[in-house]
């Protein structure tokens, strides 16, 4: 059983227990995720199951969207609403035009610190385990992408945010930047992600409503621009070969007789696709080298 499951994670549960009670409801060991959410947050949590783990990396790069609520006027040991709080010191107020220019600063590409409470691993440690343990953290700051940051609700001290963004933005840290920003102190109170990639919450499942049968192939949720493959083609692929490049996408999902036989990188100087993982033995599909008929 191989393909992907979008559920909408509720509040006060880990990513790993979604992940453990889906294992439990379709008695299948291999499901991964791609993306975790912290227990406050609800929303988009998308499954791999089967050989389709292989492809959550590609699903976690996807665009995503959130709908965000961020309290001002103190600070989060967390940065959100379940860390230790602080009131923030001369917390200023300010209008709803002061955030929304605010706001903009924020848009494009940033560099951005992440929470000391995350799954960021320092030389083998996770970050919210040395925090945990009392011991300093010093995280380095990441380019990430923002595309856009809509207002949609702003009664001082609380603002609800509509954010469109790139992979690896914290959502915590955006709240936290825009307090210290506006010298009002911020951290993140409520969190729903409304999509990721061609998931979106209203095809999202209550975790309690997974079943074998709404499982989604493993090919209609591939996240790659898809190509197919001659039968010259895949016996190369099949065999570890590289092939002529034919599209100037970077990655591409490759299929052969309507199945993904493989995730093919393409090599910019000698203008090559070569295999990247290939899926003929995990997925299940025999490949054949007889000619394909009509």
Do not use: W
């Not at 092939?243 to 199945?259: G, M």
């Not at 090599?267 to 007889?290: C, D, I, N, Y």
């Amino acid at each position: 059983m191989d393909g992907f499951l979008a559920i909408n994670k509720p509040k006060g549960i880990t990513s790993h227990d979604a992940v453990a009670f889906a294992r439990r409801r379709l008695k299948i060991r291999k499901i991964g995720h791609a993306g975790t959410l912290d227990p406050l947050a609800t929303g988009v949590l998308v499954l791999g199951i089967g050989s389709a783990t292989r492809l959550l990396e590609y699903i976690q790069n996807c665009e995503k969207e959130y709908e965000a609520e961020i309290t001002f006027g103190a600070t989060s040991s967390t940065d959100d609403v379940e860390g230790e709080l602080t009131p923030f010191p001369n917390s200023e107020r300010f209008t709803r035009e002061e955030l929304e220019k605010v706001l903009s600063e924020f848009i494009g590409a940033i560099h951005q610190i992440p929470p000391k409470f995350s799954a960021i691993k320092i030389n083998g440690k996770t970050a919210y385990r040395l925090a945990r343990e009392g011991k300093e953290v010093k995280l380095k700051p990441r380019l990430v992408e923002i595309h856009s940051l809509t207002l949609s609700k702003f009664e001082y001290p609380k603002a609800e945010i509509s954010i469109r963004c790139g992979s690896g933005t914290y959502i915590r840290s955006l709240a936290r930047d825009l307090g210290a920003r506006l010298g009002a102190g911020a951290f993140l109170s409520k969190l729903t992600r409304t999509r990721v990639g061609d998931f979106p919450i209203n095809r999202a499942l209550p975790l309690k409503s997974i079943l074998p049968e709404k499982i989604i192939s493993i090919e209609t949720g591939t996240p790659l621009p898809q190509i197919n493959l001659t039968c010259n083609e895949a016996e190369k692929i099949s065999n570890g070969q590289k092939i002529p490049a034919r599209t100037n996408e970077k990655k591409v999902a490759a299929f052969f007789e309507n199945r993904l036989l493989a995730v093919l990188a393409r090599e910019e100087e000698k203008h090559l696709l070569r295999p990247e993982k290939v899926f003929h033995m995990e997925h299940g599909a025999q490949f054949s080298t007889r000619k394909i008929r009509g």
